[in-house]
């Protein structure tokens, strides 16, 4: 039986959180009820992530016109939701990091001083869950009483939320059980801001035109209000295991990173390497989480695709683990062609957001076939046919699926400490200049790498898309500390692991030709790229060694099976002294935003840099 109570007026806060409650925890119990008494909900529900709280939540939300059963056949156990139009993707404007200091968050994060937000935030949250009912949602990020797990709890008043932090995380019992007294977790607060009179009929997505996402890192809690979209209110994600989470690693010694994790078996010796990729926003982390080579002699599976927790391990080797337990993925662009692993794994059991629906109650967005259907209802529940001028599915929509039903998926996933990492990849959209791969000349060379990507803008932020901004280890948005710090603390890691670190690379699938398309084929035959990369990391593969990293030897990059023009191929790998000196002028404005907090060894990096490409 769920537990559910509705306030009776004599009946206090105190009661209605109390008496249905599953844990005997205090400090939980009162920080719930701090929670209720001021959002005053009409009533409280203790998750415990079962599929009977699933299978009531999802009716009530169909039942209330918010979710639209897809057919049974075809989609079984999934279904759509539409967003209001103007909440569709992360707002990094109204993304706060309220740390004492306005230095500790630096000049890449917006700020307000931890009192100031609170005052600002509470007559917000005052009443907002009024005639809606209040989740508690406990989960761990990793498995249970894992070596780099963490635990919280997000109190929401979005069912949806519920509903997707059920596929996100380890949700329910196990974890709320963890949390002891005196032990470490976080604590987060959603509301949709939209609180319900007397009589008020709902909205189908309710939200507010006015949000706010807020982090408290010294306290560990987030405060989120007004959105009910994706990593705005799913806290587990990028709010805890990324901004709340990248301090904890600071402070405590590991690392909280926006990259995919994958398995790589070599099919002759039985060897296994792992791997971690940092790219930004819809720049192909799930992709190539999921991974199909296209050349034989790899096995490819997957651990995660989008963020990683990693920590050195006793045998002084740096280990890793998803904390995840679903994929909140990008929909658009994904086909049997570009991603067969992903639509294998959205067979059922997904909640999709945003996308169109077709007239035989199935799920249909730009890029899931060749062939587009000849009508179709478009995100906004309009009619929509091929010669709409507009998208049918959002750019942003996404899936929302458990990561147990990927095909792809690796044993690892469930590995409590974590595995060890072989190499780490940064990446980005780049048009221009980044070439298809180089390794680092040294881990500082490869702090200096990641700390200096840069991407083009996609559908994922609020923007212009196609921008080129400067995306730190795909962290820009992300980092719940000072990003010079942050380049400080990786820089230490390194002097940690010493000659136990992985490798680290940059790639580039994006590069364009000057008529616009794309020089490498990219998808499956990135496995091209990963192989020489493990041949590196074994010492086999030969390189040529550049101003700005050691590129494959010619001959080295496997390239049997595709025609890659050799024009193209030469301009995949060029690399033009002048545009990155250019780019070196722009590092040094781009590190001048920080002022002395840049670490030295980055300083002389871009030093060298400009000594080699002079050279
Ligand atoms: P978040 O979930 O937003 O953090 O992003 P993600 O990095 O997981 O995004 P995802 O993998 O879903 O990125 C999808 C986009 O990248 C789609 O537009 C794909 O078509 C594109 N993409 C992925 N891999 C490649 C590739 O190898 N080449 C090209 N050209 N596009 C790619
Ligand atoms: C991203 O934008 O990097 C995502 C989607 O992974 S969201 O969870 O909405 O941030
Ligand atoms: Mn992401």
Request: aromatic share 10%.
């Amino acid at each position: 039986m769920s537990a559910t109570q509705t306030i009776e007026a004599e009946s206090t806060v105190t009661d209605l959180v109390r008496a249905n409650a599953t844990t005997a925890n205090e400090e939980v119990l009162q920080w719930v009820t701090e929670v209720a008494e001021l959002t005053k909900p009409v009533e409280v529900v203790w998750c415990d992530g079962s599929q009977d709280e699933w299978n009531r939540i999802t009716s009530e939300m169909v039942e209330a016109g918010s979710l639209i059963p897809l057919n049974k056949d075809l989609r079984p156990g999934s279904f759509l939701a539409r967003s209001h139009p103007a909440d569709v993707a992360r707002v990094e404007d109204r993304t706060f990091i309220c740390s004492e200091k306005e230095e500790d968050a630096g000049p890449t994060n917006n700020w307000v001083a931890p009192a100031e937000m609170k005052a600002e935030l509470m007559p917000l949250f005052d009443g907002a869950m009024r005639g809606r009912t209040m989740y508690v949602v406990p989960f761990s990020m990793g498995p249970v009483g894992g070596a780099i797990t963490q635990l919280g709890i997000e109190i929401t008043d979005s069912p949806y939320a519920v509903l997707n932090m059920r596929i996100m995380t380890r949700m329910g019992q196990a974890a709320l059980d963890g949390i002891t007294p005196g032990s470490e977790w976080v604590r987060t607060v959603h509301s949709v801001g939209a609180p319900l009179e007397e009589g008020q009929a709902d909205e189908a997505w309710p939200c507010n035109d006015t949000k706010y996402i807020t982090h408290f890192p010294e306290t560990l809690e987030v405060w989120s209000y007004g959105s009910g979209y994706g990593g705005n209110a799913l806290l587990s994600k990028k709010c805890f295991a990324l901004r709340i989470a990248s301090v904890m690693g600071r402070n405590e010694g590991w690392l909280a990173e926006h990259m995919l994790l994958l398995k790589l078996t070599n099919v002759d010796t039985g060897k296994a390497y792992h791997l971690s990729a940092a790219f930004p926003s819809a720049c192909g982390k799930t992709n190539l989480a999921m991974l199909q080579p296209t050349i034989p002699g790899w096995k490819v599976e997957t651990i995660g695709d989008d963020i990683a927790w990693l920590r050195p391990g006793k045998d002084g080797r740096l280990y890793a683990i998803n904390p995840e337990a679903g994929f909140f993925g990008v929909a658009p662009g994904t086909g049997e062609s570009t991603n067969p692993v992903a639509m294998e794994t959205l067979w059922g059991n997904t909640i999709f957001t945003n996308v169109a629906l077709t007239d035989d109650g199935d799920v249909w967005w730009e890029g899931k076939t060749d062939e587009v259907p000849a009508h179709l209802t478009d995100w906004q529940g309009n009619d929509w046919t091929p010669d709409a001028d507009r998208p049918a599915a959002h750019p942003n929509s996404r899936f929302t699926v458990p990561i147990q039903q990927t095909p792809s998926l690796a044993a690892d996933w469930y590995e409590q400490d974590g595995v060890p990492l072989d190499a780490i990849l940064f990446g980005g959209r780049r048009a221009t200049n980044v070439p298809l791969v180089a390794q680092s000349l040294s881990w500082e060379h490869g702090v200096f790498v990641g700390a200096t990507v840069s991407s083009e803008k996609t559908a994922a932020q609020e923007g212009t898309v196609g921008e080129l901004r400067r995306d730190p280890f795909a962290m820009l948005p992300f980092c719940g500390y000072n990003m010079a710090d942050y380049w400080g603390h990786w820089l230490e890691m390194g002097e940690t692991l010493g000659d136990k670190a992985p490798k680290v690379f940059q790639v580039n699938w994006f590069r364009k030709g000057a008529d616009g398309r794309f020089l490498w084929p990219g998808f499956g035959d990135n496995s091209r790229v990963i192989d020489w990369i493990i041949r590196r990391v074994e010492g086999e593969a030969r390189g040529r060694e550049t101003a700005i990293g050691t590129v494959p030897a010619d001959g080295e990059l496997n390239l049997e099976g595709i025609e890659v023009p050799a024009e193209d191929l030469d301009e995949l790998f060029s690399i033009d002294p002048a545009s990155w000196l250019a780019e070196a002028d722009l590092t040094e404005e781009f590190f001048a935003r920080f002022g002395d907090r840049v670490p030295v060894a980055l300083r002389d990096q871009l030093t060298q840099l400009r000594q080699r490409l002079s050279a």
